[in-house]
């Protein structure tokens, strides 16, 4: 059992050693690893970031769980938000690798001696600040040298006998960014090595987690009908979804807060602690966000009362809505207008409803006559987290997958 630690409650980020919760959620996904890549995806704010950052850090410091003591397990986590080509993505490689070195020994004299011959640069010092691979004239063999260092560390990986995770964030996103600014091309060049090469890099010890808040189907699926892409880069990954935190969870991370400098009645915490499990959903982002407004509008006082209250400015207040806007944001950004305007009009409907509707009984609520058409909708809400679906003899039912979103939709939207 862990003892609590004082924790102040913050929406944004929490030192890796200090990061709650996600114990099973970890053994699973290293279980997955020890044989295959695994891609992570779930709506923004659900936590992926942190766990894959608690992941990191357990792997790094022999603090993973007893069963995998004898696997060897190393990760290495990267940020993708914002890297505007290949260049800039290897750079980032190759400067973290830094810590590489020190596990390992990392020999990259395979690739610097590839770029030396290839540009006949007398001297290269990768990792320095002396040579940037973001130039124009190295970007056509960019994508030789990631291949190359990818394959300098899984080289150096095999002779380990562990296995060596790199967590890729924001990996989606970064390509959806690409393919907005017309470098859909390089887009897919990335795309092309990762499905190339992955097996190989795979067979020497090498897993991947890909991870974002939209799927990369969803850019797969835009390169498929705009530039007629035909790779399948994720295949043999298997998908990793992340759930809520459990009641245990969401206890534990109250009772760190609680240590920050809160009040509450002794005889009134057990109860406190399952409201806010409850409002919350489980959401570790909505149970800092209740301790936040805690804090600030409440002056620290954990009661009944002050919970409700906090909900209610979650739902109620403008200020309040930034991480609830994505729910309309990514139908906008990633689906063409009619499939927006009907999943905003389905979810209208499901978020006036108290329990699971009907299929059948939805579409007639709906103003739209193509049922092929409403299907599809609802299968890519289902599959965008969005909803989920209970099948009862043969039919289908649906409903909001979290309530606080339901609640917020049906306040501010429907
Ligand atoms: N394990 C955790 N312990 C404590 N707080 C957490 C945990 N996971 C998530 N949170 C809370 O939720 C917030 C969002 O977490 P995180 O950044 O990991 O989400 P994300 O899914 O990566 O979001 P995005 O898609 O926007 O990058 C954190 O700032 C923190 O307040
Ligand atoms: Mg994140």
């Not at 890796?16 to 053994?27: H, L, M, S, W």
Request: glycine share 4%; proline share 3%.
């Amino acid at each position: 059992m862990q003892t609590p630690f004082p924790l102040l409650p913050t929406i944004g980020t929490i030192p890796e050693n200090q990061i709650t919760g996600r114990e099973q959620d970890i053994v699973k996904l290293l279980r997955l690893l020890r044989s295959q890549s695994v891609s992570v995806e779930e709506m923004r704010r659900m936590g992926k970031s942190l766990l894959l950052l608690k992941l990191a850090y357990l792997c790094n410091s022999n603090l993973q769980p007893e069963e995998f003591k004898q696997d060897n397990f190393k990760a290495k986590y990267f940020s993708f938000q914002g890297k505007q080509n290949l260049g800039e993505v290897i750079n980032l490689l190759i400067n973290e690798l830094k810590d590489f070195k020190e596990w390992h020994q990392i020999d990259f004299s395979k690739t610097y001696n590839f770029i030396k011959d290839i540009f006949s640069v007398p001297e290269v010092e990768i990792g320095g600040a002396k040579f940037s691979l973001n130039l124009p004239e190295y970007k056509k063999s960019w994508k030789d040298i990631f291949f190359k260092t990818l394959e300098d560390i899984a080289d150096t990986q095999a002779k380990t006998n562990g296995k060596l995770i790199l967590i890729f964030d924001e990996l989606p996103i970064m390509l959806w960014e690409w393919y907005k600014e017309g470098k859909h091309e390089e887009a897919i060049e990335l795309l092309d090595i990762l499905r190339e090469r992955r097996q190989v890099l795979e067979k020497k010890g090498i897993r991947f987690i890909y991870c974002g808040s939209i799927g990369i189907k969803v850019v797969l699926n835009t390169f498929r009908k705009d530039f007629k892409y035909t790779g399948e880069p994720t295949n043999e990954m298997e998908e990793f979804s992340l759930k809520p935190f459990s009641e245990n969870e969401s206890d534990f991370l109250c009772e760190c807060f609680i240590l920050s400098g809160f009040n509450v009645a002794a005889d009134e915490k057990q109860l406190c602690l399952k409201k806010v499990y409850g409002l919350s959903n489980g959401l570790p982002f909505y149970i800092s966000t209740i301790f936040n407004l805690l804090q600030t509008e409440f002056d620290y006082n954990i009661t009944m009362n002050n919970i409700e209250a906090a909900y209610e400015l979650i739902i109620n207040d403008t200020k309040q809505h930034k991480a609830f806007k994505q729910l309309i944001d990514r139908l906008e950004i990633y689906y063409p207008k009619d499939k927006k305007d009907e999943m905003m009009q389905i979810l209208n409907i499901l978020s006036k409803e108290d329990h699971f509707i009907e299929e059948e009984l939805l579409y007639t609520k709906i103003d739209i006559d193509n049922n092929d058409s409403l299907k599809q909708s609802l299968y890519t809400l289902l599959s965008d987290h969005y909803l989920i679906r209970q099948v009862i003899e043969g039919k289908r039912y649906y409903k909001f997958k979290y309530q606080i979103f339901k609640e917020w939709w049906k306040v501010n939207i429907a």
